[in-house]
């Protein structure tokens, strides 16, 4: 049938959703809102992901300007750590938890037993798993092209605005309603960067990348495209937009890369549990490893 409606649907467009069978029913009908939703459910879901990593940095961010540590490089960390699990437990735990069922095995999940938690419709990370979840995954990864510079953009903007009042519409630099040179700097000289902000956001496209990158490889290439993006971006707005800044120290570039093993480690144990899915490499199985799900007993 799936054939058939894709077939049709190829050749007459929306016309085939209305094809009347002998037994009177339109069973392209419900082929074509199962393909329209899983068409654009993709693409709605790592949209909403991408948004709420947005909104997660900012309350991350206003939270991190009331911490006060021991100095400054405290609380960069704290900035930094609360960007970064946010967005690795929003964009990878939830889904995973949400849609994978790592405690219980298929019969047990057939059961809709009430008393169990955490049962995902997966059992396993199969075909469907990667066409439904992981386009989902690399999709809000394509996000993270646009979104780590989509503050930088707004406020970029609300600046603008804001000098071309004080110059009332004009061109002029010299032309200003300031009276005092302070006030006047302050408004020229431009924005500190945050840098650990984007810390966080770096740190959680790594550790999501490895995490899932043995079974979708493409997120190796985008990762990269992300990376190159960030620091030339960077590097311009550094050097013609962001004012000089001393705050930061070697402190958080050590503390950055000492949590990048980390991601490794996580890359090994997801790479077993998608692995060890028979028909992705087929092995025999470990009798004495494992318990009744299939992530951990081929």
């Known amino acids: 049938m799936n054939c058939y409606c894709q077939q049709m649907y190829n050749l007459y467009n929306e016309a085939a959703l209305t094809i009347l069978f002998p037994d009177g029913n339109q069973y392209c009908k419900q ?15 790592g949209l909403w992901i991408a948004i709420v990593n947005f909104g997660l940095q900012l309350i991350c961010t206003c939270l991190g300007s009331f911490k006060r540590g021991k100095d400054t490089s405290e609380t960069y960390k704290f900035t930094t750590v609360n960007i970064f699990m946010s967005h690795y437990i929003n964009t990878a735990l939830i889904v995973m938890l949400a849609q994978n069922s790592f405690l219980w095995s298929r019969e047990q999940i057939d059961s809709y037993d009430p008393n169990l938690i955490l049962v995902g419709v997966y059992d396993e990370f199969n075909s469907e798993w990667f066409l439904n979840v992981g386009s989902a995954l690399l999709i809000t990864q394509a996000f993270m092209l646009v979104l780590p510079h989509l503050f930088t953009i707004l406020q970029g903007i609300g600046l603008c ?3 071309c009042y004080d110059r009332g519409g004009s061109l002029d630099s010299r032309n200003t309603k300031k009276i005092i040179q302070t006030e006047y700097e302050d408004l020229y000289t431009g924005p500190y960067f945050i840098l650990e902000v984007r810390y966080g956001q770096v740190l959680a496209t790594i550790f999501v990348t490895l995490t899932f990158s043995s079974g ?6 985008l990762n990269f495209c992300i990376l190159f993006l960030q620091y030339w971006i960077d590097k311009c707005l550094m050097f013609n937009y962001y004012r000089r800044s001393d705050m930061f120290t070697k ?5 950055v890369v000492d949590l990048l093993p980390l991601a490794i480690v996580l890359h090994y144990c997801f790479a077993g549990m998608i692995f060890s899915y028979p028909y992705m490499l087929r092995s025999e199985p470990v009798q004495w490893f ?3 799900s299939q992530y951990f007993n081929p």
């Not at 979708?216 to 290439?221: D, I």
């Not at 402190?251 to 503390?255: G, I, K, S, T």
């Open 31 to 45: 082929w074509g809102f199962d393909f329209s939703q899983a068409r654009f459910t993709a693409l709605g879901v």
């Open 161 to 163: 605005c804001v000098r």
């Open 216 to 221: 979708l490889p493409l997120l190796l290439p």
């Open 251 to 255: 402190q958080l570039n050590a503390f």
């Open 290 to 292: 494992g318990n009744n």
